[in-house]
């Protein structure tokens, strides 16, 4: 008011020069406010609606602390931590049950700028969690791993032997054994992030016979490309509330920026239509030629993904 006051005359009124100088201060106060981060530019806002992660067992290090480092060379916003191994075991090869790496994992993520964007129980790929006994006390493993962590999305695929297309019979135990996990998750504040083979209408019906808030889908991108859905299609049918978390590759072929179906750009207008935000993880696409060049890969894939969900 200081300022408008010293361009007003005696008589309270105002020049023409003098509600030109106004405007003109008006305007350069809202550029210092947009400079100064008051408005954040759109770059900016999509950083914070995706951030991108990539998993620590696919870039060769499970449960390792030089995920971390590995993970800020390649760009990457977090990592999402395995639980470990579990073969022939009855509990996960998981060392995070002692405090001493939860806070050692915890500092190295903080050093480097880095989040903890999930938990997975990648070993579930191949065994069966229909017909594991202890399928309990494995999920309260990875439950009070994720309260140790601070991380609120574990990622259970349910895997080959849980594939509700080809063993239709497993779904009776499935849906049983899945309510008791809701249950266990729903108590812990966490959510559980199930992949499946389904299709997103039958997703959406099996969510429903479950019953359960803290049971979501872990979106693959590679599921509906490999069975030759329309994946567009497939997440507005699923929509923003059911979808927890995505990995956000494709099969094993070539890297993402030559992927020819799978249009990226796409998936984010799909994504930014279903206001849908979170966590895009890396998982696969990676050069067949060069399997296990993992800065080339995982590296491509995270500044391709970068570019078009945080520019």
Known sequence: ????????????????????????????????????????????????????????????????????????????????????????RKLFDNKLRDTVFVEQFKSEADKYNLEIASIAMSAFY??????????????????????????????????????????????????????????????????????????????????EEIGSPAIKIYFNFQNPLEAGRDIYEELKILGKERICQIHCTDTDSVTLPYNKRLDMRKIKSVLDEMEWSGWLIVERSRDKNEPTDVRKNFGTNIDYLKDIFQR
Not at 56 to 78: P, V, Y
Not at 138 to 151: A, E, F, G, P, Y
Not at 179 to 196: F, L, N, P, R
């Open 126 to 207: 191949a065994q069966s969690f229909v017909e594991r006994e202890n399928y309990r006390e494995l999920l309260d493993d990875c439950i009070q791993t994720m309260k140790k962590m601070d991380v609120e999305i574990a990622f259970l695929p349910l895997g080959v032997q849980g594939d509700l297309n080809k063993r239709p019979d497993i779904r009776p135990e499935l849906v049983r054994r899945l309510k008791v996990v809701g249950d266990m998750a729903e108590q812990a504040g966490v959510v559980i992030g199930i992949e499946t083979s389904l299709d997103a209408a039958s997703e959406i019906n099996l969510l």
């Open 1 to 88: 008011m200081k300022v408008v006051r010293k361009y007003l005359s005696r008589d309270g009124k105002i020049s023409y020069r003098s509600f030109i100088i106004i405007f003109v201060l008006f305007l350069l106060s809202l550029i210092y406010m947009n400079c100064n981060g008051k408005t954040k530019p759109d770059g900016e806002s999509n950083h914070l609606r995706y951030k991108i992660g990539v998993c620590d067992w696919m870039i060769l290090k499970r449960q390792k602390i030089g995920a971390f480092e590995l993970t800020s060379e390649l760009n990457g916003d977090g990592v999402e931590v395995d639980m470990g191994g579990l073969g022939n």
